[in-house]
């Protein structure tokens, strides 16, 4: 299930009525727009995929492993390829270990991506099990995939930088503070998450 636009705008008036920081910000930028990602496998490969380059590189990638593999590159045939042909499509030594740990946890049954338990943090747990998966891009696929409305990712530094400029704090604050800040915008932390990046984004710097 994923936020809505609505959901998005309600959460956001909630915290509104808290801080009024929220309330220059929608006035500055409007409300952000959903951000959804389709659950399950092919969602935390392209993740995994993605990390550390470019969008456009990363597309070039996926598309060759789609070529080899086929549409969604399923886990059993990324198994099923050996070091070389993974690495004539662009997976480094170091991603084909992250995908293949993905693929081994979902087919021997030790990972459900369908059925995540519901409490968040062991969410988070189960999800930080794949090798190259650490709690940001679980929080960002509970985030975006699940459409949980309480995910608050305080590690992420657009978030950290946004929330600052928002509150009106005179520095970045640290991730403790970025946390302890949110503790009073429960359950809509998600809301604020997603304010920060489209503030970060559209904010003229």
Not at 84 to 104: F, I, M, N, P
Not at 175 to 193: D, F, N, Q, S, Y
Request: glycine letters at 8%; hydrophobic letters at 45%.
């Amino acid at each position: 299930m994923v936020m809505t636009a609505e959901q998005l705008r309600e959460s956001l008036d909630a915290i509104a009525i808290l801080e009024p920081g929220f309330v220059a910000a929608i006035g500055r930028v409007g409300y952000p727009q959903p951000r959804v990602r389709e659950p399950g496998y092919e969602t935390l490969l392209r993740t995994i995929v993605g990390q550390q380059v470019s969008v456009a590189a990363a597309a070039a990638v996926w598309r060759k492993l789609e070529a080899e593999l086929g549409p969604g590159c399923a886990p059993d045939a990324l198994l099923a390829r050996d070091f070389d042909t993974l690495r004539a499509c662009g997976l480094s030594r170091q991603k084909q270990g992250y995908a293949r740990s993905l693929a081994e946890l979902l087919l021997s049954g030790a990972l459900d991506l369908h059925a995540l338990p519901k409490d968040d943090e062991d969410a988070i747990t189960q999800l930080v099990q794949i090798k190259g998966i650490g709690r940001w891009s679980a929080e960002i696929y509970l985030l975006f995939a699940e459409g949980r409305p309480d995910i608050w990712p305080a590690g992420d530094l657009a978030v950290q930088i946004e929330i600052g400029r928002i509150l009106g704090l005179p520095e970045r604050p640290s991730e403790k503070l970025t946390r302890e800040v949110a503790e009073a915008w429960r359950p809509h932390r998600g809301a604020a998450a997603i304010m920060a990046w489209h503030h970060y984004n559209t904010e003229v710097l």
